[in-house]
């Protein structure tokens, strides 16, 4: 909301330039945005907190002043303006023969008005059009400007209907009926629904309450006669229906954010007031007032010692007392505590934080010190899962990865994980409509945005899947693991097993041991024969050769992923210590010739479960195909090492190497 | 004895004469050695008479020594001529690059976040993980928004349904502690949000934020202060000073934006990082809490903020987009 420093300077007097008022008004919780410089004058743009209606004024903005700075005082149009009843005709009934005025709907508060006659059409006084301008505004004629003007002044939302195109001529405010229809002063056209509230002449509805008038009954150049609104309406009730209906105005801003029902009058005295300065036109004798049921405000009791506590510091017993009269409240003090009755224009004051919270900021937050909370202090930090998705994520590192972090709002894309997706109602547009099940989409665009070669890429966070929304890690990796290097050889590529590897180490970190096999069921981003289940955790393998080809990747990207949202479950506990025997191991090695049907996890079993415990590790060192090896074989190089409680001699060690050779023949397996 | 003499100064001008420290190993061998020629002459110690051999043995062993002393003395002076060689030869191009085991990148938010973890939670708080697909009721309800109020104006929902929403807030995840956990407590998540807002240089609607939150007996504004001020010290560095100013949010009361200053880099200028305040009595009596025995506070900030303010960067859509040459820069 943006403010002419004179329009304050109107109300208040201070010793404070408009730099420092900005400042005053910032550190008491009215930000300001930016002090402009228009035409030779400041302007300051007031950033309004959602709670503080009442701030949405030159009134407003006086009152904070006066509360905090020590130098200012009221002027005498402030006086004006803060009283009921500023103009001496209001017992006057002459008003009552022009017009009427019905209240329906209990979400009308007040409603007010006074009627103008003999108005003749011109412009607002120049002073009027000058502040208005300032302010961004484009001055229209003398009544519009002149209800715009005394909204900005006293935060009271005001609005002129030609009173000759009032059909009556009387107000009804209720709730709009089906099929009723209202033409607004934008010119768009509202289909209305029961429950919005409106304000209507005898026959139709004239104006949405506190929104935007009707385009029908609007005062132009023609007009002569006028019925000047000034209402209070319910802020939940303005919010829905101009939400509801697409508006957004300067009057529903203030109602939204709640006017002060006590204002009413006042600003139709204050309107009445420029309008006789500038025309000689005074109001038709009297106002109608129709005020059901003014609202009452309960005191709030406060504790100096409730304060204290609150904020961290002691405010002496007096200063809360004189704060809390200089913001408006009707102060009574009880022995140890106050009783607060807050002025009609604070409806954020319900409780005693709410009032700890007036007094701490006019104060001095600056005043209170700093202490760092003692008490039964826990262990802070990550646990359980988490703790174990931060271990996971630094071996993932180790192994070569970069980590990415990509959107979770994405488009459809082909290496989606299978199922329904989840769709966001309200997106903000079609490329970013679903919420992602996998991170492969991510991945591939990462790897596609850095030019698709030689690239590792993992990334971790939630999906949200057929099972709900779950913390996954997607890898990549496609190319050279190496930089290449002026002093280095065949760099290497990475493969399935490199990828194989990668996922091992990771998962073996948090004490996951993961076990591969074929897939369960055909995955159409995956290459059907270089690919692998992750037992309860996920998939792997060498993208599939179609979605390579349609998404411009190498053909040798191999892709992974697995869920970890529950890794404790699968986690093994911890191993027990096994001693170390002293003595010396013994090595055999073994070739074997066996057909490439078996996979090697079964020659790895066979050997095992021959050899027993005597087997103290086994590794496969080649695998070789060619010469001497026939079609559909490959020859399996594999290094036994045996170790007991005593020395092996080369005839035992010969022994259980036997056995082990006997079991792979039994496979099928012949000794090269 | 005169042959020890003879075989001494035979072996002293042999040693001079060698001109690499090998050829003086093989001399060393020769004179010196287990079956050397000096060793030898003590063969000969039988032909003598018993009152001879004591002084004949003493002999030998004194040139033995003096030739060994030689030898050790003409050896070392090679040695350093030969190394001398030796290191030029075997010179390198000190400039040439160096062979870096690969090794992956932390993504420039994570370290953030990894930072805010370690600093939070050594201050005793506990992270929790909350969901990004949330409840509209801990999204907003919990937090004491009433229905229809302008506060929502500033958290613009994604929807997935009438009743879940992509939180626009990690204070999401207050509800849920207060549900299942009994004060004292210490609690806080970092994590990413969602608003619906059109994305340029500074707004995205996707972003990170954090929210710490604790209740115990007596906390007050001065706790949230010294709270803050370590945090934006272990952040930020230097003496980071904070400052409050009232502003609203339905879950605290009294609220506040909280804003810091460090002389290395902001120069002096006050930096607007989040809001705080003490957790808003309302929702500690929606949990059953007793407001008389007990208080909290929470703060909250972006992510994003703190590594844009401390390297400069100037577009948050960077982030999120997974340019390597954006993130190699942060290592």
């Excluded at chain 1, 300077?9 to 930016?34: C, K, P, Y």
């Excluded at chain 1, 180790?398 to 966001?424: A, F, K, M, N, Y």
């Excluded at chain 2, 401390?310 to 390597?324: C, K, M, S």
């Amino acid at each position: 909301m943006k403010l002419t420093e004179s329009m304050v300077r109107d109300l208040v007097t201070t010793t404070l330039s408009a730099e420092e008022i900005g400042d005053l008004l910032t550190m008491t919780g009215f930000e300001i945005e930016e002090i402009l410089e228009v035409d030779g004058e400041k302007v300051l743009d007031v950033n309004i907190m959602a709670n503080r209606g009442d701030g949405a004024s030159a009134l407003g903005i006086a009152r904070e002043i006066l509360a905090k700075d020590p130098t200012s005082n009221p002027t005498d149009l402030y006086k004006t303006v803060t009283e009921s009843w500023s103009r001496p005709d209001h017992n006057e009934a002459d008003v009552r023969s022009k017009a009427s005025v019905l209240i329906e709907a209990p979400d009308c508060t007040r409603y007010a008005c006074r009627v103008f006659e003999g108005l003749t059409h011109g412009e607002s006084p120049g002073w009027v059009q000058d502040r208005l301008t300032k302010l961004g505004q484009r001055p229209i004629s003398l009544l519009v400007d002149l209800t715009n003007y005394v909204m900005i002044e006293t935060g009271q939302p005001l609005h002129a209907f030609d009173l000759d195109k009032l059909a009556g001529p009387g107000i009804v405010v209720r709730s709009a009926k089906l099929g009723e229809r209202l033409t607004t002063l934008d010119g768009t056209h509202h289909e209305l629904q029961p429950g919005q509230l409106m304000i209507c002449d005898t026959e139709r509805p004239v104006a949405v309450a506190g929104v935007m008038g009707g385009a029908d009954t609007e005062v132009g150049p023609g007009t002569t006669r006028c019925l000047l609104e000034s209402a209070h309406f319910d802020h939940q009730s303005v919010r829905r229906t101009r939400k509801q209906l697409g508006l957004q105005t300067d009057a529903s801003y203030r109602f939204e954010r709640y006017a002060d029902p006590e204002g009413v009058v006042r600003a139709l005295d204050r309107f009445a007031d420029l309008l006789e300065q500038a025309t000689g036109v005074m109001p038709v004798p009297g106002v109608i007032d129709e005020y059901p049921a003014p609202p009452t405000r309960e005191p709030v009791r406060i504790r100096p010692t409730r304060t204290a506590r609150l904020l961290g510091t002691d405010v002496p017993t007096d200063e809360i007392e004189a704060i809390l009269a200089r913001l408006g409240l009707k102060v009574r003090r009880e022995g140890d505590e106050f009783w607060a009755v807050p002025p009609t224009w604070r409806i954020d004051l319900q409780r005693e934080e709410d009032l700890v919270e007036e007094v701490g900021r006019v104060f001095g937050y600056e005043k209170i010190p700093e202490f760092l909370p003692i008490g039964s202090t826990p262990v802070g930090g990550p646990r359980g899962n988490d703790l174990l998705i931060d271990r996971l994520r630094e071996e993932l590192y180790r192994v070569g990865l970069d980590q990415i972090i990509s959107h979770s709002l994405i488009d459809v894309h082909p290496l989606d994980s299978w199922g329904e997706r989840t769709l966001v109602r309200n997106p903000a547009s079609p490329e970013m409509a679903y919420l992602k099940n996998s991170h492969l989409p991510g991945l591939v665009d990462a790897a596609l945005r850095n030019g698709a070669h030689n690239l590792h890429f993992f990334e971790t966070g939630r999906v949200f899947t057929q099972l709900g929304e779950r913390q996954s890690l997607g890898i990549l990796t496609s190319g050279f693991l190496d930089a290449l290097h002026w002093s280095a050889g065949a760099r290497e590529s990475s493969d399935f097993f490199t990828l194989k590897g990668m996922i091992e180490a990771a998962l073996r970190s948090v004490g996951v041991h993961p076990e591969f096999g074929p897939l369960q069921s055909p995955d159409s981003r995956l290459h059907p024969t270089r690919s692998a289940a992750i037992r309860g955790l996920g998939v792997m393998g060498q993208i599939h050769p179609n979605a390579a080809s349609q998404l411009g990747l190498d053909a040798e990207t191999f892709i992974a992923e697995i869920d970890i949202t529950d890794l404790v479950a699968v986690k093994s506990t911890e191993g027990l210590y096994r001693p170390i025997h002293r003595h010396p191991p013994a090595r055999r090695d073994i070739a074997v010739i066996i057909d490439t049907s078996v996979p090697f996890s079964r020659v790895e079993e066979a050997i095992v479960q021959a050899c027993g415990p005597a087997l103290e590790r086994l590794w496969l060192f080649d695998v070789y195909t060619g010469t001497g090896v026939p079609e559909g074989h490959h020859s399996l190089a594999i290094a036994l090492q045996f170790r007991k409680a005593g020395n092996f001699t080369d005839e035992e060690a010969n022994q259980v190497r036997d056995l082990a050779v006997a079991a792979l023949e039994a496979l099928g397996g012949k000794l090269r | 004895m005169d042959e020890i003499a003879e075989l001494e100064e035979q072996a002293a001008k042999a040693f001079r004469g060698a001109t690499t420290t090998a050829e003086l190993r093989e001399l060393e061998i020769r004179f010196l050695g287990k079956s050397g020629l000096v060793t030898g002459l003590m063969r000969g110690i039988g032909k003598l008479s018993a009152d001879e051999r004591p002084a004949f043995g003493a002999a030998v062993n004194e040139a033995k020594g003096r030739l060994q002393s030689l030898l050790d003395q003409l050896t070392s002076a090679l040695r350093g001529a030969e190394l001398a060689v030796q290191f030029e030869n075997e010179k390198i191009d000190l400039t040439l690059p160096g062979r870096r085991p690969r090794a992956g990148r932390t993504h420039v938010l994570q370290q953030t976040i990894d930072k805010i973890k370690r600093v939070i939670g050594s201050m005793g708080f506990v992270y929790y993980e909350s969901p990004e697909l949330e409840l509209f009721k801990y999204n907003f309800d919990a937090l004491n928004y009433p229905p229809d109020h302008p506060a929502m104006d500033a958290q613009d929902t994604f929807y997935v349904s009438d009743d879940l929403v992509l939180r626009t807030q990690c204070t999401a995840l207050q509800g849920r502690v207060f549900e299942t956990v009994a004060p004292p407590f210490r609690a806080f998540t970092v994590g990413r949000t969602f608003r619906n807002e059109a994305v340029d240089r500074t707004h995205s609607h996707t972003f990170h934020q954090i929210d710490v939150f604790m209740v115990d007996e007596g906390i007050s504004m001065a706790h949230l202060k010294g709270t803050l001020r370590v945090f934006a010290r272990e952040m930020f560095g230097g003496d980071a000073k904070v400052r409050f100013r009232p502003d609203f949010f339905p879950f605290v009361e009294p609220g506040v934006d909280y804003a810091i200053s460090t002389p290395k880099l902001f120069g002096g200028r006050w930096v607007e990082l989040g809001g705080a305040g003490l957790i808003h009595p309302n929702i500690l009596e929606r949990y059953g809490i007793d407001t008389e025995r007990y208080s909290g506070f929470a703060f909250g900030l972006g992510v994003e903020r703190i590594p844009m303010m401390a390297h400069g960067i100037d577009d948050l859509r960077h982030f999120l987009e997974n340019d390597v040459r954006f993130l190699e820069q942060f290592r």
